[in-house]
């Protein structure tokens, strides 16, 4: 399958446990590796700094990376940018979110949820987000 020239959309919020990794990681991997993007796009922006969560963000570059996928992370809080360059991912997990791009997720297509990964574009007409 070519590679999807939109970016794929990841919202992850929260208070991310160890549990939640493999709950919330698996079908976002399974969905980046079937739709190929060029660019996985990570708001973090609600996401609690803590391990479980660093977690999630490298398995997350992980399978973009295998998709031959670059990763861009927005609206991380400075404890988690700290957390990302204290283990050795800030090159992999570059921040976007203080670039004069802005944030990756500005003027873009929305409606991705904690445990979804949309291929599309656009949201759906009657998405609520």
Known sequence: MDADSSPAQIVLTGNMTRADVGTVVAPISERVARC???????????????????????????????????????????GLLWLVRLAGLHQVLRDDSSGTSGSPMRGKIRSVARKNVNCATRPPANSST
């Open 36 to 78: 190929r993007p060029r660019v996985v796009a990570i708001d973090a922006g609600a996401l609690r700094a803590n391990v479980a969560a660093l977690d999630a963000l490298a398995r997350v570059a992980l399978a973009a990376r295998r998709a031959g996928a670059d990763v861009a992370l927005g609206s991380a809080s400075p």
